[in-house]
Each structure stands twice: as structure tokens, then as C-alpha cells.
């Protein structure tokens, strides 16, 4: 199971050497010993694992690691590095430069430049992004420069609301405790706004929005709470 922490002291007590790190991510990756999948031939079972903290396919005979198939895959970096890196970019809201964790961890700067695309790449996976659960807080907003400082060839031709606020459109879900995302749309309705909501917010939680008519469709497929800022909340 994931473990989540509250801060860097946190994670490192609970993660204290390599063998804690790589007994961690192999229950995450294979929470059945009995299930686990062999990355070189795809065969499923019960495959031995040796001395070194390896293991060896009863198929193909072939070793391999838990770092097989993954980001982590041909990288010489200890995984508790990875571990802390991963830590770092997502701990902090402006995310961290290649030369800060170069210097947090102990790296050079090109391997930390390779660690944090590395784990770019993992983010965008679908995979990777499963929806949101529990109690989800979201809204809209306008942001950016004021068109009327821009010049004539560069103003944005736009609509709805983008027209009105003559920004560009943000839409942030937030999941309680949990994970931001924020997407650009280019409009907020309801043929835009729906398929953004039902591919990043699992069906059945407890979502927080306002009374704008285009999302009344959300009653039928979620605990639909709505603020109504007409009301003055």
C-alpha cells in the first residue's frame, strides 16, 4: 500500500536504507507474491526471489528486479534517491529545479535533470492519473493579462466566459487531503466541461461546485453539492 507523508524527515524514517525502499515498491507494484509478473515474459506466479533481493523467472529463467518495466529501469541511481526525488517534486507547489535537487540529494545536475523527466513522463500516463476520489472541491477561473495592454494582432479571439474575462479558462479539481489538478479549457460548457469532469473525478464522490447550470447533469453521477454564491455562501 502507498504510503503518504507529511514531510522529508517523515519519508526518510520510514524508508531508511535500499531494502526498505525496494520491499515497499515490489508490495506496491505485486500485492500477491503469487501474482507476480515476470517483465520479461509476462508470465504470471510464483517466481523465485534470490539473495540480492532479485528474482528469477520459473519460466524463462531469466532475472530481473522490481525495477524492471519501470521509470527506475537501467538507472544506477539508488531507488531511496528516486524515492526523495519524487517526494520533492510533488511536496512543493512550484515544483523543484534540476539544480536544487541536484543539490538536496547529491546528484549532478544532469542527473537530476534525467530523474525529473523521468518522472514527467510517469505523471502524464493514464495510468498514472486515476481519478479523483472521496471529497472533490472545483471551480473555474479566469487568469492572465488584461487584453486591452496586448496588441491588436495578439488578443485572443474568445468566448463565454473567456470573452468576458478576456483571460484564459482554469478549471481545478481538488481532492481533500489529496491531489490539484488544474486543466485550460478553452470554454466552460457543458460539452467541454463533462467529458473534463468524468475522466479525472471517479463516479460517486462527493463533489463541491457552484450553481452554474451546466453542471445539473452531475446529480445522476455524483454526490452533487452545490455553493450558491447568489445566496451569498
Known amino acids: 500500500m502507498l504510503k503518504t507523508f507529511k514531510n522529508l524527515a517523515d519519508m526518510q524514517y520510514a524508508f531508511p536504507d535500499e531494502n526498505a525502499c525496494i520491499n515497499h515498491f515490489r508490495a506496491v507494484r505485486w500485492p500477491e507474491v503469487d501474482k507476480m509478473v515476470c517483465p520479461r515474459c509476462g508470465v504470471s506466479g510464483t517466481h523465485y526471489t534470490l539473495a540480492d533481493n532479485t528474482h528469477k523467472c520459473r519460466d524463462c529463467r531469466r532475472k530481473f528486479t522490481v525495477r524492471n518495466g519501470t521509470i527506475f529501469e537501467d538507472s544506477k541511481i539508488a531507488l531511496r534517491k528516486w524515492f526523495i526525488a519524487i517526494f520533492l517534486m510533488t511536496a512543493h507547489k512550484k515544483g523543484i529545479s534540476s539544480c536544487q535537487l541536484a543539490r538536496d540529494i547529491g546528484v549532478t545536475q544532469k542527473t537530476a535533470w534525467f530523474m525529473l523527466h523521468r518522472i514527467r513522463n510517469a505523471a502524464i500516463r493514464k495510468e498514472f492519473n486515476a481519478p479523483l476520489a472521496g471529497t472533490i472541491e472545483m471551480d473555474e477561473a479566469c487568469v492572465g493579462g488584461n487584453s486591452n495592454f496586448m496588441h491588436a494582432s495578439k488578443k485572443p479571439n474568445l468566448v463565454g466566459m473567456a470573452a468576458a474575462c478576456e483571460k484564459k479558462i482554469?478549471?481545478?479539481?481538488?481532492?481533500?487531503?489529496?491531489?490539484?489538478?488544474?486543466?485550460?479549457?478553452?470554454?466552460?460548457?457543458?460539452?467541454?466541461?463533462?467529458?473534463?469532469?468524468?475522466?479525472?473525478?471517479?463516479?460517486?464522490?462527493?463533489?463541491?461546485?457552484?450553481?452554474?447550470?451546466?453542471y445539473d447533469w452531475m446529480r445522476s453521477r455524483y454526490a452533487h453539492s452545490a455553493v450558491r454564491h447568489s445566496l451569498g455562501e
Open 170 to 214: 482554469m478549471v481545478g479539481m481538488l481532492q481533500r487531503d489529496g491531489e490539484l489538478r488544474l486543466h485550460h479549457v478553452g470554454d466552460t460548457r457543458k460539452k467541454t466541461m463533462r467529458p473534463l469532469i468524468e475522466a479525472n473525478i471517479r463516479r460517486g464522490a462527493q463533489v463541491h461546485i457552484d450553481d452554474n447550470r451546466i
